[in-house]
């Protein structure tokens, strides 16, 4: 039987962590609880009420001329496959976006999940590569495993 009890919170503080040792620069991070997380709102053409459809990425990073937005999770979570598809096709919160990334010079955002290192849970997320760019996961070394990466982005070159 599988064990692994890292909550989401302990998934984002790895990847963090992960991300910084591959030279990322982290522009803001959330998870759970913490209140760390910058809120991005839908494009005023979509909006309804000021905060109502607001999303709090769990990472944002920056490297070179590529924005990294990440989901985590502790188990499979559809919903954020979903959210993540619906924010890179409909653009619906690209001027929060814009607005955050304006001090990098940003050619492209590649949108994916981070998930516990965890057969059943990788499994699933493998039925949905479709919705996003990127998929990894975090044991509780630290050690990320890449299933799914459109652009190659976490190749690492010499």
Same mark, same amino acid.
């Given at each position: ?6 909550? &989401?919170? !302990? ?5 963090? *962590?992960?991300? &910084? ?25 979509? %909006? #309804?009420? /000021?905060? /109502?459809?607001? =999303? ?5 990073? #920056?490297?070179?001329? =590529? ?9 499979? @979570? !559809? ?7 619906? +924010?890179?096709?409909? !653009?619906? @919160? ?7 990334? %304006?001090? @990098?010079? =940003?050619?492209? =955002? ?22 996003? *760019? ?9 050690? #990320?495993?890449? @299933?799914? *990466?459109?652009?190659? +982005?976490?190749?690492? !070159? *010499?």
């Amino acid at each position: 039987m599988e064990r692994c009890v890292m909550r &989401e919170e !302990q998934i984002t503080k790895n990847i963090l *962590d992960w991300l &910084e040792e591959n030279d990322w620069f982290i522009i803001c991070y959330d998870f759970p609880q913490s209140g760390t997380g910058i809120m991005l709102h839908q494009n005023i053409a979509h %909006r #309804v009420s /000021k905060n /109502k459809g607001g =999303i709090i990425p769990d990472i944002i990073a #920056v490297k070179d001329q =590529i924005a990294l937005f990440f989901e985590n999770k502790d188990r499979f @979570y !559809q919903f954020d496959f979903d959210k993540l598809h619906e +924010i890179k096709t409909q !653009q619906n @919160y690209s001027e929060s976006l814009a607005s955050l990334l %304006r001090n @990098y010079n =940003i050619d492209i =955002i590649y949108y994916g999940i981070g998930i516990i290192d965890k057969a059943k849970e990788i499994d699933k997320a493998l039925n949905h590569l479709e919705k996003v *760019d990127f998929l990894l996961s975090i044991n509780e070394n630290k050690e #990320v495993k890449i @299933y799914h *990466d459109i652009a190659n +982005i976490f190749t690492i !070159q *010499d």
